[in-house]
């Protein structure tokens, strides 16, 4: 089964702060994922990756940036984070073969005071 | 619009009852996916289902790709079975999540 960490899983900023969430998925997939889930919604995709050095725009994009150093690293950028920006982010990563099959990371709560 | 609805918002079961949980998708889908969050908030795979019926213990997932629907069906709920029950579908290669069903289960 694929493994997806996350790191931190809590974190607490100030607005105008400065906040990188980390991902690492060890299953070798290529496509990867970051959400924001918010009270009363579902996952709602803020960016997504199929391969290092790649970055594609999901739903909810404003206010974010992400990366994807390697196959395993993806990282979501809050450069200058907003109250708006609290919310429980969730990583996850899937395999391209044909297989949509989604793989969750444990969460970070981010909170923007 | 939302691409993914699903009913019931919310659901209290007394122990032992059964739960019939839907979702039922817009646009034409190539899989489906139920997900259940802890209240903690982590989340685990239910079901990685793009059609049929596929059963795990007590829960059971059908999946009607024609008919744009899956539903998730629990028996003799457990106390244990409380929490968040999502669904996702993939079109198009993007993926949708519903806004989910809470689930108490009481004693």
């Known amino acids: 089964e694929a493994a997806v960490t996350q790191s931190p899983r809590n974190k607490v900023t100030v607005t105008g702060g400065n906040v990188t969430l980390s991902c690492r998925q060890t299953n070798s997939h290529n496509y990867m994922y970051w959400y924001r889930q918010d009270t009363g919604h579902g996952l709602r995709l803020i960016h997504y990756?199929?391969?290092?050095?790649?970055?594609q725009i999901g739903d909810v994009p404003d206010g974010y940036k992400a990366t994807r150093t390697t196959q395993e690293d993806f990282f979501l950028l809050l450069e200058l984070a907003s109250p708006s920006q609290t919310s429980l982010y969730f990583c996850?990563?899937?395999?391209?073969?044909?297989?949509?099959?989604?793989?969750f990371g444990p969460g970070t709560r981010l909170t923007v005071l | 619009g939302q691409q993914v609805q699903q009913s019931p918002t919310s659901l209290v079961l007394q122990e032992g009852e059964n739960a019939e949980l839907q979702c039922n998708f817009s646009t034409s889908l190539n899989s489906m996916q139920w997900f259940y969050q802890r209240p903690g908030g982590s989340l685990v795979s239910v079901f990685y289902n793009p059609s049929g019926t596929k059963q795990s213990g007590r829960l059971t997932s059908t999946t009607v790709i024609k008919e744009r629907r899956s539903s998730l069906h629990i028996s003799s709920s457990q106390i244990t079975d409380s929490g968040t029950y999502l669904c996702?579908?993939?079109?198009?290669?993007?993926?949708?999540f519903g806004d989910g069903t809470q689930l108490v289960v009481k004693p």
């Open positions: 996850a990563s899937s395999d391209r073969g044909g297989s949509y099959e989604q793989y």
């Open positions: 996702a579908m993939v079109s198009n290669n993007r993926i949708f």
């Open positions: 990756s199929y391969g290092a050095g790649n970055l």
